[in-house]
């Protein structure tokens, strides 16, 4: 492949430039030959002297000669440039063959100068992916060895790949400061670490000693082993602590370098994970991929593991140690000392849960704030430790409470076995009363027991369900709950005959039948009331499974028909035996729990039957909605069909909510995942057709605006203009920048012109317009007096007149009618002083200008003068440069800027042209910046609408159901004004769904949040 890649470099390299050479000159023409090969011009020279060979055929083996010294050298380029892809080429190596390279062919040539450069960076990146991938398998067998502190240094070597090319990547100085400061934190953190790993380890170390010496320790020593045992722990806290804020800190440096990596990225379009920030951040934090620790953290996670094993492996041998000598003596039935040793394991276990907490540093940085392969795995792990512990300590407290509860029924059992009842049957039967309530006494202590332990039982199960490795304690839990029913057996056994036992066992497999319907049916109700969702971007929501939980229920109904009868005939056998056998106690205790049972089986019966009913016509709505939104999907294609885009959007909304309404009836991965797809495919094509039309539409609204500019209708514009915004907001999430543009300079020149007219709309128009009036009939009239020479007439007329244009310039102070009569009436009064007056604006005007300040009421009174006297000298300019300014009149064309944007319109033709439409997004990039720099650039604008009918509208008018789920629950908690919560969930929504930012109903939640202050 390196071979092929550089034959078609030096293929056009050869293929460049070339054009006819003309021999010319007198001299031999062979000389300019030479010296166009002394020039390394070696494409002009194979043309010149094939033209020479042919004008000269007598001398063509001198041409030849020529030719093939060209080709030598060609040769000898083309060896060279191989070599550069020699594997494992350093980079002395790379520049010396490229030094010799220039020597034969010309250094300038562009296609030299990009194989160049892209031979440098490919060998650059073999380097340092090579030494990458060195770093990371030596740092994980050091890290398999122990050698922690030699790992972390081994990782923080590798931050010099790619730093040389990241600090000259010319992005902000800002992220480089920031990015290396990081990684100086984490050499000073890998140099403080050897100290902190230090105390951990030997605190490790201590803790396990001072555990083996508790758990060896006589009772005469327990008290004192307690307590050293309670201060290695307080070392060990201590020390982990001390631990924690280091690979912390570590941690977030890594998190750091991936935040500025996202930085960098949005700084350099071009960048890519072979560069010195990921890098850096896997030396790390290790690679993602990887469920082994690696990295400067994943070294220090390994020795916090290995340092807290010590310890625990410690707790776990003497703790297993413990148990088993208890459950030893348990087994030889010598019960007293039972209840001693399991309290002593119960201390063990007690004292070991404080240990396991000490993962909880990893809980905020690995699980909490954000879920790592380590973290995931190992709390799980250290989380099934630290249960266990727990249920250690309390399954042997209830053995040892069942040990004394054994050593209470033997004792009842030796009387019971050596009482002779009287001859009297009503001494007897007290005899057994007696002996039997005792027993029955401490049956129930055992049921107690066992009540305990069953729910001990259900929440050890809970956590298994959860992922937590409890095999331990699961066989654990097992023993317990089979000596504890164990003790009850015996008790029975004590207590009844052979016809009690086997009524017992009869009734025991009934009752384990129906309470294995009790677990269907929980099950069943489990999946039809909803379970949690396991996607993280919807915790809050609950997924029904009515389907298959009316699986559950139909079975269930048949096990309880089955159920129903076998009690049946167990209630009548037992009843038929004869009379001696049931009337005894034991037989008539055991026929009145089968009747209770049957009772609970005509219960049972009924609430499965009522949920069988629920989850059918859960099911049935789950269907109907389903279908519903089907028919909304056809709805959808014919409207598309018919361009009936309004129709569309809203037959595809009502095609979402039914959707959407399903899956919540019945969640059906396969219907989510499909239905997602096919409405996110409609509503893409919705968009796409309708966007054809909008583009046409904007462009002749915005041609259309543009004109009435250009015209001085700045109304008319502005509402042409603001037209083609909303028509091109119908199908883009974007502003489009031309309409923008020219809106933006026609409601400037609307604000600069609002005020010098009073519109007939506004409320004192008919109040203004008869005092404008009143005050042109008094200056005409006072005209009149000034042209008949009665001064005083004139300026009593004239100040009733100033009067009037006063009341008006209160409401209205850059009235043009009412500034230019009251100019006007200052020129008739005294011709001199105004002309000095006039003279004195225009020059604070012009000073003003110069000053760019208070540019819009320069702009009032210098068309009030130019109403005036329009030919008074530089005015009408002064006005015209204001009005550049102000942005109500373009700038002349400033030729550099039209040049400019000419090329660049050019260049997005030829993108155009050349039709990949991977390259689209940097054409209508172009042609934007063309129109910036020439406004009237027809080519361009014309350019970009067409390009746009390609690339289609960006605005997305459907979400994916869990996305539609996540809106909703924003929805209402805005309703019920719990903004931050919106807030929360809307942050969550356009998280996970990038889509969700280009949809109307999300933005405008957004913004009135925003509005709000949230």
Do not use: C
């Amino acid at each position: 492949m390196r071979v092929r890649y550089v034959a078609l470099i030096i293929l056009s390299i050869l293929m460049s430039g070339l054009s006819a050479h003309a021999l010319g000159g007198k001299e031999d023409p062979l000389i300019e030959a030479d010296r166009l090969i002394a020039a390394q011009e070696y494409d002009q020279a194979i043309l010149y002297l094939a033209d020479f060979m042919k004008q000269y055929p007598e001398r063509f083996e001198e041409g030849q000669k020529k030719l093939q010294k060209i080709a030598k050298l060609r040769a000898e380029w083309n060896e060279k440039a191989l070599e550069l892809f020699r594997p494992g080429i350093s980079d002395d190596e790379i520049k010396a063959i490229i030094e010799d390279m220039t020597g034969i062919e010309d250094p300038s040539n562009e296609t030299m100068r990009d194989f160049i450069a892209k031979t440098y960076e490919y060998a650059e990146f073999t380097t340092n992916r090579d030494t990458f991938e060195s770093i990371m398998a030596r740092g994980r067998e050091l890290i398999n060895q122990g050698s922690y502190a030699q790992a972390m240094n081994l990782y923080a070597s590798g931050f010099t790949l790619y730093r040389q090319r990241f600090l000259d990547s010319g992005v902000s100085q800002e992220l480089i400061d920031s990015s290396i400061a990081t990684t100086e934190e984490v050499n000073s953190a890998i140099a403080y670490y050897a100290e902190v790993g230090s105390r951990l380890r030997d605190a490790s170390r201590a803790l396990a000693a001072a555990y083996e010496d508790y758990a060896r320790a006589p009772a005469s020593r327990e008290a004192a082993a307690g307590q050293a045992l309670a201060a290695a722990m307080e070392t060990e806290r201590l020390a982990a602590a001390e631990h924690s804020k280091v690979r912390r800190l570590v941690v977030d440096a890594g998190r750091a370098l991936e935040a500025n990596f996202a930085q960098f990225k949005s700084e350099q379009a071009t960048a890519t994970d072979n560069s010195y920030l990921p890098f850096a951040s896997r030396l790390v934090l290790g690679r993602s991929s990887e469920t082994l620790p690696e990295g400067v953290a994943g070294a220090m996670d390994a020795d916090w593991d290995q340092a807290l094993k010590r310890a625990r492996d410690a707790v776990d041998r003497a703790l297993t140690d413990a148990l088993a000598a208890a459950r030893l003596a348990y087994t030889g039935g010598q019960w007293q000392e039972a209840g001693t040793a399991f309290d002593k394991a119960a201390a063990l276990a007690e004292r070991a849960v404080p240990m396991q907490a000490l993962w909880a540093h990893y809980v905020p940085s690995d699980l909490a704030q954000r879920q790592t392969n380590f973290g995931t795995a190992k709390l799980a792990e250290q989380g099934a430790f630290y249960l266990s512990y727990l249920h250690a300590a309390d399954s042997a407290r209830a053995w040892s409470a069942l040990a004394g509860l054994r050593l209470d029924l033997s004792q009842e059992a030796d009387l019971a076995e050596s009482y002779q009842p009287a001859d009297s049957r009503t001494e007897g039967l007290d005899g057994f009363v007696r002996r039997r309530t005792a027993i029955l006494a401490l049956i129930q202590e055992a049921s107690d027991l066992q009540t305990a332990s069953g729910d001990r039982a259900q929440e050890l199960a809970r956590f298994v369900n959860l992922g937590y490795g409890l095999s331990a304690a699961m066989e654990l839990q097992g023993a317990l709950d089979g000596s504890v029913q164990a003790g009850i057996d015996q008790a029975r056994t004590d207590e009844t005959s052979l016809v009690g036992k086997q009524a017992a066992w009869e009734y025991g497999l009934m009752a384990a039948d129906l309470e294995g319907t009790a677990t269907l049916v929980a099950e069943g109700t489990t999946l039809l009331q909803g379970l949690p969702s396991e996607d993280p971007n919807l915790p809050d929501a609950v997924l029904k499974y009515p389907g298959k939980a009316l699986a559950s229920f139909t079975k269930v109904d048949g096990d309880l028909k089955a159920l129903s009868k076998r009690l049946t005939d167990y209630l009548a056998a037992y009843r038929a035996l004869p009379a001696y056998l049931a009337s005894s106690v034991s037989v008539l205790e055991w026929v009145e729990k089968a009747a209770s049972l049957s009772q609970a089986l005509a219960e049972r019966t009924a609430e499965n039957a009522g949920l069988l009913a629920r989850a059918s016509e859960q099911k049935r709505l789950a269907d109907l909605a389903a279908n519903e939104a089907q028919r909304r999907v056809d709805e959808v294609r014919s409207a598309l069909r018919a361009a009936n885009f309004e129709t569309a959007r809203e037959r595809l909304d009502r095609a979402s909510e039914r959707y959407v309404a399903s899956l919540g009836y019945e969640e059906n991965p396969e219907l989510r995942a499909s239905s997602d797809k096919l409405l996110a495919e409609l509503g893409a094509a919705i968009v796409k057709a309708q966007n054809d039309l909008v583009i046409a539409e904007t462009s002749r609204l915005r041609t259309e605006g543009k004109s009435l500019y250009l015209q001085g209708q700045f109304a008319r514009a502005e509402s042409s203009l603001l037209q083609a915004r909303s028509t091109w907001s119908r199908t883009n999430d974007k502003p489009e920048t031309e309409v923008e543009y020219w809106l933006k300079l026609v409601q400037t020149a609307l604000q600069v012109e609002s005020g010098r007219d009073i519109p007939v709309t506004a409320p004192l128009y008919p109040e203004m317009s008869l005092l404008l009036s009143q005050a042109k009939s008094l200056f005409e009239e006072g005209a009149a007096f000034m042209s008949s020479r009665d001064t005083r007439s004139a300026l009593e007329v004239l100040g009733q007149a100033r009067e009037k244009i006063a009341e008006v310039k209160v409401m209205f102070p850059l009235n043009q009618a009412a500034r230019v009569l009251d100019l006007r009436i200052d020129q008739l009064v005294d011709s001199d002083q105004f002309n000095r007056k006039f003279a004195d604006m225009v020059a604070e005007a012009r000073r003003k200008v110069d000053a760019r300040q208070d540019l819009a009421t320069v702009y009032s009174d210098l068309k009030d003068l130019y109403e005036i006297n329009p030919r008074y000298s530089g005015l009408r300019e002064l006005i015209e440069r204001v009005e550049i300014l102000i942005g109500i009149r373009l700038p002349p064309p400033d030729p550099k800027a039209v040049a400019e944007a000419r090329q660049l319109t050019q260049a997005a033709q030829a993108i155009y042209d050349s039709g990949d439409r991977s390259r689209f997004p940097t054409a209508l990039a172009q042609l934007e910046r063309a129109l910036v720099l020439d406004p009237n650039n027809e080519t361009a604008s014309r350019l970009k609408d067409r390009i746009l009918l390609y690339t289609g509208g960006t605005q997305t008018i459907v979400l994916p159901a869990a996305a539609e789920a996540l809106y909703a629950e924003a929805e209402s908690a805005f309703s019920r004004a719990d903004y931050i919560g919106a807030r929360a969930r809307l942050s969550r929504l356009l998280s996970a769904y990038a889509q969700a930012s280009r949809v109307q109903k999300v933005v405008e939640l957004d913004n009135r949040l925003k509005a709000l202050g949230y």
